[in-house]
């Protein structure tokens, strides 16, 4: 079992930048690959990056590459988004998820994460 908390979330304007980050308890953090979601008003819910168990792997959506850097440290049980450049369009709330799944492909479905977070606003003024 894992439980996820979101934090960092804000108010910014169009450029600047947030730091999100996500606290996992749980003495097995180290063997989940971890995901960054969003969700905006009326859409569906957004894979932007995944980050697998040991921090060797990346994967990004093209909607962030470039902007978004994703990192965690598996002394802390932290994962964090690291989000530059922000845009309007980046309004949503932002959630961390936690996945088991044995191939890197399935990071990449939302359905494959057992564990989420409670989810953290991000708004970007224009």
């Known amino acids: 079992q894992v439980q996820l908390v979101d934090s960092g979330g804000g108010l910014v304007q169009a450029g600047g930048s947030l730091r999100l980050s996500c606290l996992a308890s749980?003495?097995?953090?180290?063997?989940?690959?971890m995901g960054w979601f969003r969700q905006a008003p009326g859409k569906g819910r957004e894979l932007l990056a995944v980050i697998n168990w040991n921090g060797g792997s990346t994967f990004y959506a093209d909607s962030v590459k470039g902007r978004f850097t994703i990192s965690r440290d598996n002394a802390r049980n932290t994962v964090s988004l690291q989000m530059d450049s922000l845009k309007p369009e980046d309004t949503a709330v932002y959630y961390c998820?936690?996945?088991?799944?044995?191939?890197?492909?399935?990071?990449?479905?939302?359905?494959?994460?057992?564990?989420w977070g409670q989810g953290t606003q991000v708004t970007v003024s224009s």
């Open positions: 749980g003495h097995t953090f180290s063997s989940y690959h």
């Open positions: 998820a936690a996945t088991s799944a044995p191939y890197w492909e399935a990071t990449k479905t939302h359905e494959r994460y057992e564990y």
